[in-house]
């Protein structure tokens, strides 16, 4: 079984200013590991994934996150937000096995609200 | 760009009738997956299909849900005899056999039961 904790559940920040949304997870077994952003009334757009490789993972809209195995982190990182960035972000994992679902286990999610 | 989709977008019932969701996949996908969503909290698991076959389901599935995939594309799901606990967004999410579990959601149905 797997969890995951999202250490912040509201995170201001000013537009053009730098931001970490910090997410740790625990499993027993290797993980694949996702930040998916959530718009009001919308379903979830996947931001990034780390799979295996480079521990930086860059994905869409200038985010990028990276995979610490020691400290089981898996942080998102923008180095300047927009206005438009102000959403709900969620972390998950998955089991990797095979022949399992492989469902999705998230956060609780972060609110990013970038003030002008 | 055919993404998944979701019907209805919302729904409003009274306690105790029953209410079905809709969910069409992107097509060439075949493993389905539904959660439900409540108010400040994450997706949280309740089944998955490859093809038609449901092959897990999570304990938030109790004996009023029921989920189906009758010909391997599109999925419902049923609530029988809504609560007002039961009162969420159901989302339905989809991917390719060859993906490494990336899945890509739809919109979401937003079930209110009052």
């Known amino acids: 079984a797997q969890s995951v904790t999202q250490l912040d559940s509201q995170v201001p920040v000013f537009e053009e200013a730098p931001v970490e949304l910090r997410c740790n997870y625990s499993s027993s077994v290797s993980v694949y590991l996702f930040w998916y952003v959530q718009y009001p009334n919308q379903g979830l757009q996947l931001l990034l994934k780390?799979?295996?490789?480079?521990?930086l993972v860059k994905g869409i809209n200038g985010f990028e996150a990276e995979f610490n195995k020691s400290q089981t982190s898996f942080h998102l990182r923008k180095p300047s937000v927009h206005i438009s960035d102000t959403a709900e972000y969620f972390c998950a994992v998955s089991g990797f096995s095979s022949g399992s679902a492989r469902q999705l286990t998230f956060g609780s999610g972060t609110q990013l609200t970038v003030l002008p | 760009d055919t993404g998944v989709s979701q019907n209805p977008r919302h729904k409003i019932t009274k306690r105790g009738q029953n209410v079905t969701f809709r969910c069409d996949p992107i097509?060439?996908?075949?493993?389905l997956y539904w959660y439900r969503q409540t108010l400040g909290q994450g997706p949280e698991f309740l089944t998955y299909f490859q093809n038609e076959a449901q092959l897990e389901k999570s304990r938030l599935l109790s004996d009023r849900f029921s989920a189906e995939r009758p010909k391997g594309s599109f999925s419902t799901l049923e609530i029988q005899r809504t609560e007002q606990g039961d009162s969420a967004m159901y989302l339905c999410?989809?991917?390719?056999?060859?993906?490494?579990?990336?899945?890509?959601f739809g919109p979401g149905t937003r079930l209110t039961v009052l």
């Open positions: 780390y799979l295996s490789g480079s521990t």
């Open positions: 999410a989809s991917r390719s056999r060859a993906s490494y579990n990336e899945q890509f």
């Open positions: 097509s060439e996908h075949n493993r």
